[in-house]
């Protein structure tokens, strides 16, 4: 089977399950365990916000959206164009329900579809990509068509190669048909150098890395 199938697959199965993360009414237990093995999902998640905050209502795309977190977010904050894209339709759906329960679905819409085969109908002041070159095997593509749609500055993030809690995450991912992949910093700069992002800087989150590449 494709490997990119089966991400989507993964995600299809599990889209309830891997949005539960973000649910503020759960188990104590799940609490403890996000605390442990899911901290950096929290961190990204702020530092994206206060990097797209920097810029006064630009227009935003969220790619690999899932159910839209981060575009309700930046929704609720005043901006008023994000355009999320995911590939997968239960994804899409909660993405959907979630910005009109939030009472700001006027001012994000999301498509289901592959990020590279879309056509989009302009460029973007931001792009947002967090958690989403984890399952890529070769992101050359897909940080070319972002740096091609970027005004301003793309904000994603890369799961380090060399974490503890990244190789328990291979052997759960692995267990669950779901390919993942992992960089280290020089890898990450080589391919952002060659998807022609000169100006970046790149911070260190403990399981991810958190890029911010000026166009």
Partial sequence: MDEIVKVRNYFQRRAAKFDSYYFKDKPRLWQILDYLFRQSMHQRFVRTIEEVAKLKNPTVLDVGCGAGRYSVALA?????????????????????????SSGVD??????????LEHQFM?????IIATGFFDYLKDPRAHLSKIR???????????PSRWHLRNLIRKIRLTFL?????????????????????????????????FVVANA
Avoid at 106 to 115: M, Y
Avoid at 148 to 158: E, H
Avoid at 186 to 193: G, H, T
């Fill in 76 to 100: 609720r904050m005043g901006i008023t164009s994000i355009l999320g894209v995911d590939f997968s339709q239960p994804m899409i759906s909660r993405a959907r329900k979630i910005a009109q």
């Fill in 106 to 115: 006027k001012n994000c819409g999301f498509i289901c579809g592959d990020f």
């Fill in 122 to 126: 302009g460029m973007f002041d931001v």
């Fill in 148 to 158: 091609y749609l970027t005004l301003k500055k793309a904000i994603m993030t890369f």
């Fill in 177 to 209: 048909h779901c390919p993942v992949y992992f960089y280290d910093r020089s890898q990450i700069e080589k391919l952002l150098k060659q998807a022609n992002f000169e100006d970046f800087r790149i911070e260190n989150l403990g399981r991810d890395y």
